[in-house]
């Protein structure tokens, strides 16, 4: 279930569910978040773009297989895609499994109030919030000052919790 929209409704955000004609805008999405990493490769522009737009397909496949009854979002402002979440609720807590935005909607406050909109959201049904973050992830700073705290090392990702009371 969407999280509801309360703090994000400031800046026009909508939720709708992602479907295949979505994909070049989730491809896009995806590959704006890890263009600046692979250039530092040094391959020719348009082996970045297929490597890049192959490690989505791969990463989708995978989503779409570990997490089959996640729900798959398009965030929108103004009717137009600017980025996706997407969830996976259990009993106990409500997984982010990604969300990200396209650049020219980041750093403007819509990632922190939708987050903000996903915890008291889930606060309210006593569940906590996790999201896997990169360690060198600059949006780990936000989860930070949102109260997500590390709870567990995965490699390169560190497992991040978000509870209702504060706790970790």
Known sequence: MAPPIRSAARYGIAYRP????????LAEVYMSTRRKEVAQTGWPAEHQEAFLRDQHEAQHAHYMNAYRKAEFLVIEQGGRGIGRLYLYESSKEMRIVDIALLPEARGGGIGEAILRDIGDDVASRGKTVTVHVEKFNPARRLYERLGFAAIEEKGVYDLMEWRPDGGA
């Open 18 to 25: 992602a479907g295949d004609e979505d994909l070049p805008l």
